[in-house]
Each structure stands twice: as C-alpha cells, then as structure tokens.
C-alpha cells in the first residue's frame, strides 16, 4: 500500500515521495480511514494530484481527499486517536459478498458476556498480554471506546484508543470470541491485562474482519499523544 | 456455481444431483437471492444437508435455507418474477472495499433524466434491444419496477419483471449511464425498444455492479407466467 501509494505520488508529483502512515495496518486488515503525509515541493493542484493519483493506484486503494497541512502536520505523531472496527458475521451461513471483510463465527455467542468484558477494556491500562511480536517501547494505551452493535447478524465492534499496540486489536477481539463461546469467563479482563502474558489472551482474530475506520487529531479530541501507533 | 452446488448436494445426499437455478447469473455477477430446486430420493434431513453443503463449498457460495417442496415446484418455471439491483459509485474517487460489486461513474449523472427513463422500461414491451446474443423465443417482459435509489454517493437501480432476456439488465443500466452523461436523451427508450436494434441501447454495464436480489413464486406476486428467464 506505502509502496505503490509512493510510486503513483511520485509520478505525479515528479519528485520522490515518502509517506507516512497514521496506522499501519497488516495484510488483510483494511482501512476506510487511513491518513497519510508527505512533504512535496510540488507546485501541482492537490485536486490535480488526487486524480492522477488515484488513476495510477490499483483499484484496491484510492484517495479520498488531498490537502495541504500546516508545516508541523505529522499524520503518525498529530494523530490523538484511533479507531478500529471488527465485523463477525454471527449466523447459521456466511455471507459469500461480505468475506472479504468479515469474520463469520457459526458458533452461538453470548453477547452480554462479550459486552461485558469488552467494558473492562475501557480506560488506561497495560496491553503487553494482547501485543504480537516484541514490545517496541510503552505497552500502556488509553481505551475510551470499546462496545458490540448488533445489526441484523453481523455483529459490530468498535474501539477507539490514543493508539493501538502491533495485533492489539485483532488479539482483542479473539478474546472476546473466547468469552462469547464460553471458553473464558467474562470477568477474565483484568487479570489478562495484569499478566502482561500474550499466552492469557485468545489468538488474533482474522485480519479480513478488522479495518482502520478513523484517525483523529486535535480538535478531534483535544487531547495531543506522541504514542507510537504499532497495530 | 451451479457445478460446485452439484458437486456438493451429490456428496451430501450420496446421489446424483442436477439443479435448477432460477435465474442464471453470468461470470462475475452477484445474487443473494437465488433460488434452485432439484429432485433426491435422500432421507437426510434438509438441516443437515445445508450445514454439509455449506462446509463443502467455496467461500463464495453459500446456501441460506433448504426446505422441502411441493412436487410440482420448479425454480425456474414456477418463477413469477425476478429482482435485480444494479449498483453505481457516483463520486469523486472509488470504494476500494466495495469495489467487487459495484461500478464506479467518476462523470456526473443527471439522475433525473436517468430516473424519467427508467419509468419508460415499465410496462409490457418487447426488450429485443436490450438482449445479449441471438433471442431464443419470445422477447416481450413485463417490467413491474424500475428506479433508481440514492444512498450517499450510492446509486442503486431496482428492476423487477417476469423475467430478463439474456444480458437486459446490463444493458439497460448502459443505456441508463448513457442518458445520464447526456450522451442520449432521455425520452428515447421508447424509440430504442421500438427498434429491436442491439446497437441502439448502451453499452453491457460491467458485472461486477449486478446482484441477482429476488425471486418471486405464486403468492408473492400473484401471477403465473411461463417466460423463460434468460439474463
């Protein structure tokens, strides 16, 4: 995605480009809401650029919007906030038409003890047992919205941290399906948290399901972070 | 599709199994509502063949339900009419995550001038210039619905008849793209179906935008009708 979004701006813009990236999202995962920064000389329309641009890119990634940034805009360390969405298809059949972003469970789920753990989420804690791969720095993260919505079968989790630990969130929600298949006791969260253990915490949830739905900065949220977002 | 539903209905039942579809989708067009019908001599109980048959097929096909019916019931002929949508991205950029079903039109559309031809399909008329390939039979359709529907930058036309001649929605929906973007008028769909002339209607709008939604048997409709279905 960095690469052929790197490739497309530089040739429209006639000069390298390196982007920086508000979320970094892995294979699979996708994104709705990704911001991106560069810094250009170019003196090319920004409308001009997003057309050329989304002409070059593939079809799988395009440009929303294009605007100049005050020089101290960095769309990684300005951002203030994360946030993800998890979709499950929680029915008797898959969805053959939404596969490819979701995540189907045929399993009956209790969605009061999922809901209830998924509370326990919400606040400053230490996320170390739900990171993939080694620490890179702090492993505290600030949770201020965690919770299920129900639409027809498709249930739909929405989290919003300061940033987000690399597999953070995909390792979330497989706790989640632990406690909905009756696997974990819904007041396990806490004492996963405490032991700072990946072990303690389900497997990651498959990447089809996640997607990057928002980055927020100041003004957004009122509040600045220089976390690292390592999702 | 219909050979991977064989496959898997002829593993389940340990017999033979030929289907009936009714309504035929061509390469890359979509439907979630579907409907087949085949004869089996099996004692498996229809529950069980669903959940088997869905374990076995791709992840592109799905079966919803599976009951038993009447002796005469028939897919195709017991069909008193068929629904289709046809989507369309008006917007500035693509939808990267929808983009398997659905047509992006980066041009801007005059929707009331689409919407004023649409009304014009409605009725009983003879839809030869809007068919696919040489007609096999008679090309009259009883169009009952057809309009367009705006969510966003989303448009969905909806079409119901008796039945579509092969390739009829996608070439509507061309012809409809083409009073859109001014290239044709839009009182001239009676002069285009007057016509039988293939070269008079647009171009096949891309597959990717056209879902199979509903099929309709005696007591949705309340009329019969022996019209081959040929989209």
Known sequence: MQGELERALGQVTGEPVRIVLAGRTDAGVHATGQVISFRSGTKVDPLVIRRGVNALLPQDIAVRDLEEAADTFHARF?????????????????????????????????????????????????????????????????????????????????IEANGFLRGMVRAIVGTLLWVGTGHTAADRIGAILASRDRAQAGPNAPAAGLCLVEVKYEGDAGETSDEDEQR
């Open 78 to 158: 300005s951002a203030t906030g994360r946030a993800y969405e998890y979709r499950i298809r929680a029915g008797a059949h898959r969805e053959p038409l939404e596969r490819h972003r979701e995540h189907w469970v045929p399993q009956p789920l209790d969605e009061g003890a999922m809901e209830r753990a998924a509370r326990d989420l919400i606040g400053r804690h230490d996320f170390a047992a739900f990171a993939t791969g080694p620490l890179e720095g702090r492993s505290e993260r600030d949770v201020r919205v965690a919770g299920w919505r129900r639409e027809g079968t498709l249930l739909r989790f929405g």
